[in-house]
């Protein structure tokens, strides 16, 4: 498969979302040491390859899918590779079951969780309150905290079309947080939650107040570097953990929670946990329930 052909196929899928255009083109490189390209190889050879290519479960999969979909774009045989491709997510789906047991006996509880959010508001760690008390009430991805911080006279409610923007809104007895840019949005829309809670209020001001800046007037970013200026998403995730009890991923946070109200049969908090996360309730039984397996 030429590098033409490969454009040709992103042209022709104008559904592609950004990210998948992307990925799909870093997987495209793993194949350049394949004697034939993905088009003229046999099955069997491009198995092979990808049997022998030095990588993760989860990465071998993704080089299937391109290969399944190149080739289905261009009328070409692929049956035995998608029986291949079963059986390797098999073998990832055992994998996760695994994780999932030795998870068990490692996370922490929910209380240790709030005790930890606790104890930051009490030692002053304002920015760290705030990232692990929205991680809990909304059940965030790394990528929803990428909040800019506004008075409520200047709130985005009525939303811009094409706003790429988080924002935490600070009013009067709660505060407003308004998602545009999550990993879901496409299938759940703008979200926005209230968070009523005095506590976050106070964090927000006394953080504004240390960062020397005004609400209102200056741009303030929850999550920046300190120049201010906004952080990428791998930088995002390292600044989360640095926060987060032991370290913790938002994963992990939500994998506690979510085990927790599934052994209570809590339905109205897991249903909470979905409509905050903008996951499906069946997605967040299978990925983060660790009796789920």
């Known amino acids: 498969m030429t590098d033409q052909q490969f454009i040709d196929y992103l042209d022709s899928n104008t559904q592609l979302a950004e990210r998948t255009i992307q990925s799909y083109s870093n997987t495209f490189t793993k194949f350049e040491n394949m004697s034939k390209n993905i088009l003229t190889a046999s099955q069997t050879n491009i198995i092979n390859y990808i049997d022998e290519y030095d990588a993760s479960t989860n990465t071998k999969l993704a080089m299937i899918n391109v290969v399944i979909n190149m080739r289905k774009h261009y009328d070409k045989e692929f049956n035995k590779i998608t029986n291949r491709k079963l ?8 994998i996760k079951n695994n994780i999932k047991e030795e998870k068990k006996g490692e996370l922490p509880t929910s209380k240790q969780l709030i005790a ?7 030692d002053g760690e304002w920015t760290g309150f705030i990232i692990v008390h929205l991680m809990r009430q909304l059940s965030t991805r790394n990528k929803d ?24 809104i600070i009013r009067s007895n709660n505060a407003q947080v308004i998602r545009n840019n999550y990993k ?8 926005k939650n209230l968070v009523p809670s005095r506590r976050l209020n106070r964090a927000v001001k006394e953080m504004i107040a ?78 983060y329930h660790l009796d789920g397996v």
């Open 87 to 94: 059986q390797l997510a098999d073998d990832y789906q055992q």
């Open 116 to 122: 930890h959010e606790n104890r930051l508001y009490l």
């Open 145 to 168: 905290l990428d909040l800019k911080i506004l008075p409520a006279n200047r709130s985005q409610r009525k939303g811009v079309a094409g706003d790429k923007n988080n924002y935490l």
């Open 184 to 191: 879901t949005f496409k299938q759940y829309g703008q979200k």
């Open 210 to 287: 240390e960062r020397d800046l005004e609400l209102g007037k200056d741009e303030i970013n929850l999550l920046s570097t300190k120049g201010g200026r906004k952080m990428n998403e791998e930088s995002i995730a390292k600044k989360i953990r640095a926060y987060t009890f032991r370290g913790l991923s938002e994963s992990d946070y939500n994998k506690v929670f979510v085990s927790e109200f599934a052994e209570m049969k809590d339905l109205k908090k897991l249903e909470k946990i979905s409509n905050n996360r903008g996951t499906s309730l069946e997605v967040l039984l299978k990925e």
